[in-house]
């Protein structure tokens, strides 16, 4: 996984406010599904407080070098490959902690 650097990824208890698939990357106008696309194939918003669950959330990635670094705006990056998994395999209101 792949953590923020600047935002640091906040940590603490929190649920899965959303899914979405194929997540449109609105700082760059980059629909979902466009390999260009950061976020990947995959996106579980996190419900952190007075984000709505879009601003942090675990995702994918085009960048599978980026893993295991602190790269992100806060988000937890993984291999679409094992996001893909989680999406598949958790429901919105999953409890989810994050610590150091």
Not at 6 to 32: C, R, V
Not at 45 to 66: D, K, Q
Request: with cysteine; proline share 6%.
């Amino acid at each position: 996984m792949a953590t923020g650097k600047g935002n640091l990824t906040p940590e603490g208890d929190f649920a899965i406010a959303n899914k979405i698939k194929n997540p449109w990357y609105l700082k760059s106008n980059i629909p979902g599904g466009d390999k260009r696309n950061p976020f990947g194939t995959r996106w579980l918003g996190l419900a952190v407080p007075n984000t709505g669950g879009y601003r942090y959330g675990i995702h994918g990635t085009n960048r599978p070098w980026s893993i295991g670094q602190s790269v992100s705006s806060g988000c937890i990056r993984m291999q679409n490959k094992d996001v893909e998994w989680l999406y598949r395999h958790i429901t919105v209101g999953t409890k989810v902690t994050i610590r150091k």
